[in-house]
């Protein structure tokens, strides 16, 4: 299994980035995929997830903000993220779940002017 995420960067306050994460060794269809983040010095964090069937949550800090949406096609989800903050800076992980959760190596987003 490979989880490849993709997109992260440097970005000024209020900008958006676009991040994906292409998987494989899966059936993609059949997972719940989610992004969480590591801010330095503090505990990884949910994002936002995607089930299998569609439904969509996000944690509240990125309510408005942040879109998550996947494309079954093409085994791949993505986090489309706008009016970034310092705050936002993170390394960004997705994660395939269904009875085993895996992971991407992650991608780093750092927002600063």
């Known amino acids: 299994v490979q989880l490849v995420e993709s997109g992260g960067g440097l970005v000024q306050p209020g900008g958006s980035l676009r991040l994906s994460c292409a998987a494989s060794?899966?059936?993609?269809?059949?997972?719940?995929m989610a992004w969480y983040r590591q801010a330095p010095g503090k505990q990884r964090e949910l994002v936002a997830t995607i089930t299998s069937g569609g439904s969509i949550d996000y944690t509240d800090f990125v309510k408005g903000r942040f879109t998550i949406s996947r494309d079954n096609g093409q085994n791949t989800v993505a986090l489309q993220m706008s009016s970034l903050k310092p705050e936002d800076t993170a390394v960004y992980y997705c994660t395939a779940a269904r009875l085993t959760t895996y992971w991407g190596q992650g991608t780093q987003v750092t927002v600063s002017s």
């Open positions: 060794g899966i059936i993609f269809s059949m997972y719940t």
